[in-house]
Nanobody
Framework: QVQLVESGGGLVQAGGSLRLSCAASGGTFSSYIIGWFRQASGKEREFVARVSWSGASTEYVDSVKGRFTISRDNAKNTVYLQMNSLKPEDTANYYC????????????WGQGTQVTVSS
């Protein structure tokens, strides 16, 4: 079983940058695909990005392509989400989650970190 803890959220002006971190403990970190999701107030949770076990493969929702970069450091049991050119519509609570294989459930979730982008 893996525990996930997000950090790095905060308040930033539009056009600014933040880097979120997802630190894992327990389990074998490199055995999990890690995804980032977000949920804005009053809206459903949305997939943002995910990274494969080794970090070689990444996927993004269209709205963040070219602005966000997901990466992982398996030696540090950490996944990062570098967010550049932030927009007010990026405001949400951001969560990381772990899945064993593509198409499977995300079995483990963090508590989230709030990102607020002011206009």
């Amino acid at each position: 079983q893996v525990q996930l803890v997000e950090s790095g959220g905060g308040l930033v002006q539009a056009g600014g940058s933040l880097r979120l971190s997802c630190a894992a403990s327990g389990g074998t970190f490199s055995s999990y695909i890690i995804g980032w999701f977000r949920q804005a107030s009053g809206k459903e949770r949305e997939f943002v990005a995910r990274v494969s076990w080794s970090g070689a493969s990444t996927e993004y929702v269209d709205s963040v392509k070219g602005r966000f970069t997901i990466s992982r450091d398996n030696a540090k049991n950490t996944v990062y989400l570098q967010m550049n050119s932030l927009k007010p519509e990026d405001t949400a609570n951001y969560y990381c989650a772990a899945q064993i294989k593509y198409g499977g459930n995300y079995d483990y979730w963090g508590q989230g970190t709030q990102v607020t982008v002011s206009s």
